[in-house]
């Protein structure tokens, strides 16, 4: 069982590029998440999809943009990076608002 | 809201118990505790819904005390496997999605 899997699993950025990760499950899940992780501030969402072709804007959004063309994959973009979204990148999914988050491998990000 | 956890970092030894809280400003709905290892992905633990008392998971269990709008994390025995940082993960609405706590970092030492 594959369940999560996100790519890419290391980046490096300069200052003002663009990128995407990708995110795909295979339990049919509805909901999907992208979270961010720094040290000591616990892990933060950014965006989330509630079904195939929805997006919602969770705590720190400002500067990425999502997209759930197929329910299975979520796409987090980084139209301009900037140093602060140096970072490791979390996916999840659930069947359902409550019910448990799968998380994928994650994804270490550093903009310099 | 974020919750609150406490506290932010223990040392164990093998053997000893401990207890993690998780409090809410809000009435809670649902409360779920996660472990992650360093550097690995949060793996999850335990879901406690509104109503719901307590639950059990090997030596790990937490209680959900709606009138504090807090769960505890108990970890009883404890083994050097348990290591980690314990994140709550809490829902006061049951209709948005989940607010993580900044977690525990637990270390069990021989």
């Known amino acids: 069982n594959a369940g999560v899997t996100q790519t890419p699993k290391f980046r490096v950025l300069k200052t003002g590029q663009s990128m995407t990760l990708l995110c795909a499950q295979d339990m049919n899940h509805e909901y999907m998440y992208w979270y961010r992780q720094d040290p000591g501030m616990g892990l933060r969402l950014i965006h989330y999809?509630?079904?195939?072709?929805?997006?919602a804007k969770g705590e720190v959004p400002d500067g990425y943009n999502v997209s759930r063309l197929k329910k299975q994959n979520f796409l987090l973009g980084l139209e301009s990076a900037a140093p602060s979204q140096t970072s490791v990148y979390f996916c999840?999914?659930?069947?359902?608002?409550?019910?448990?988050?799968?998380f994928g491998n994650g994804t270490r990000l550093t903009v310099t | 809201q974020q919750p609150v956890q406490s506290p932010q970092a223990v040392i164990l030894r093998e053997g000893e118990d401990a207890v993690i809280n998780c409090s809410s400003s809000?009435?809670?709905?649902?409360v779920h505790w996660y472990r992650q290892k360093h550097g690995e992905a949060p793996v999850f633990l335990m879901i406690?819904?509104?109503?719901?008392e307590q639950k059990g998971h090997d030596k790990i269990s937490a209680s959900f005390n709606e009138k504090k709008q807090q769960s505890s994390l108990y970890l009883t025995a404890s083994q050097l496997s348990y290591s980690g940082t314990y994140f709550c993960?809490?829902?006061?609405?049951?209709?948005?999605?989940?607010?993580f706590g900044k977690g525990t970092r637990l270390s069990v030492i021989a």
């Open positions: 809000k009435a809670l709905y649902s």
């Open positions: 406690l819904l509104k109503g719901g």
């Open positions: 999840a999914s659930s069947q359902g608002v409550v019910s448990p988050l799968h």
């Open positions: 993960d809490i829902n006061n609405s049951g209709n948005t999605p989940l607010v």
């Open positions: 999809s509630v079904g195939e072709g929805t997006t």
